[in-house]
């Protein structure tokens, strides 16, 4: 039995928006993740469009289905996640790799100034209103 915790959102299916607030606790939660640098969900290399959806439904793999039993594809992370944009993931695939590793910390340092970029935006956004 899967363990659940206050991010996951069985109302939310793929490809639909999800809510600000919970955005940003997603986003929080990736941070950790990344500083940790270990694999989580399945994941070696944390790519933000696979992370994203098994932090928001506690998936245990990142090949699970949602918990509304619907099968989700990593296209329909920047529609649930706006934030995520092509101009911000060039950012983190431009680092080259490298023979001896360094790449993989490098790539974890940029996600990590990508992620707390989304969380500003989008608490300066919240609280605008």
């Known amino acids: 039995m899967r363990k659940t915790t206050k991010l996951r959102n069985i109302n939310s299916t ?5 809510d600000v607030k919970i955005r940003i606790e997603v986003y929080k939660e990736a941070m950790k993740i990344i500083k940790r640098g270990e694999p989580a969900h399945g994941l070696h290399f944390l ?10 439904w506690n998936l245990k793999h990142y ?7 619907l099968h989700w ?3 329909e992370t920047p529609i649930m996640f706006p934030e995520l944009t092509m101009a911000r993931l060039r950012r983190i ?13 490098e790539k974890n340092k940029m996600r990590i ?5 989304m969380i ?6 919240e609280n605008e209103k």
């Open 14 to 18: 793929p490809a639909t928006l999800v």
């Open 47 to 56: 790519e933000l469009c696979l992370l994203f959806p098994c932090i928001l």
């Open 63 to 69: 090949c699970d289905d949602s918990p509304s039993g």
């Open 73 to 75: 594809s990593v296209d």
């Open 93 to 105: 695939i431009s680092i080259a790799w490298d023979k001896d590793g360094i790449h993989v910390k």
């Open 113 to 117: 100034i990508v992620l707390r970029e």
């Open 120 to 125: 500003k935006e989008l608490e300066s956004k």
